[in-house]
């Protein structure tokens, strides 16, 4: 994909994702407005976990408390309970109350606004850091998980090696305009079109403008 591609392709795959499911955490940013907090914590419950599985138990821990205060007045096990099976729940577990606890003593139980403050907060990296700054208060950022990681680099948009690299990539050359719906965009045709291994390039809406690097085996 080149520069000057980059309009067309948006174009097309903002009409194309609205066939297919919405990644969670854009999917509550939706249903519950701007929530920093819900943004936060349902990003965390995500990591390496299936959105099905995120949504379940995104939606029973916020049954039994959405704001900081009343995280804190469950117990691990209560936690525990509530987000099991996400991945590494019991960790999970710990890190939310964790992360609360500061939320209440450094910011007035607010969520911070600015990346680098929220990369400070227990188990949040950049990727969660972004979507708390996209999708909780509709700042400019630009969300790199292993999707958006592996399709811009399979489109020959950037050439990286993990995912941060690619964030800083696309900082430089993305126009900001897109930063924030690439990731939803990219996300979702990740999850359902440009799979891991044997992607569906019979079925990719934008095929004709990809390098398809490192592709060795299509459908």
């Keep these: 994909m080149q520069q000057k ?61 959405d704001n900081p205060k009343d995280m804190m ?7 525990e309970e509530a987000i099991y099976p996400v991945g590494f729940y019991k960790t999970k577990a710990k890190r ?5 606890r500061i939320l209440l003593g450094k910011f007035n139980g ?12 227990p188990g949040v990296g950049r990727k969660t850091a972004n979507l708390v700054l996209t999708q909780g208060y509709g700042k ?23 995912p941060e690299k690619t964030e800083f990539a696309l900082r430089k050359k993305l126009p900001t305009k897109y930063w924030i ?3 939803d ?6 999850q359902n079109i440009c799979k891991p291994v044997s992607p569906f390039c019979s079925k990719c809406a934008v095929f004709n403008y990809c390098d398809r690097v490192g592709v060795e085996k299509r459908r």
Excluded: Q
Excluded at 36 to 64: C, E, H, M
Excluded at 96 to 100: G, H, K, L, T
Excluded at 110 to 121: A, G, R, S, Y
């Design 5 to 65: 591609d980059v309009p067309a392709v948006m174009k097309i795959l903002e009409e194309e994702v609205k066939k297919l499911p919405l990644p969670i955490v854009s999917e509550y940013a939706i249903k519950e407005g701007r929530n920093p907090f819900k943004t936060l914590i349902s990003t965390v419950l995500s990591l390496r976990t299936k959105d099905s599985t995120t949504s379940k138990a995104t939606d029973r821990i916020f049954a039994l408390a």
């Design 181 to 183: 719906p690439y990731n």
């Design 96 to 100: 939310i109350p964790e992360i609360c």
């Design 110 to 121: 607010k969520v911070p606004d600015e990346i680098d403050v929220l990369l400070t907060l």
């Design 140 to 162: 400019l950022g630009i969300c790199v998980d292993t999707h958006v990681h592996r399709i811009s680099n399979r489109l020959g948009y950037v050439k990286t090696k993990n």
């Design 73 to 79: 007045r469950l117990s691990v096990k209560k936690i």
């Design 185 to 190: 965009y990219l996300v979702a045709w990740g």
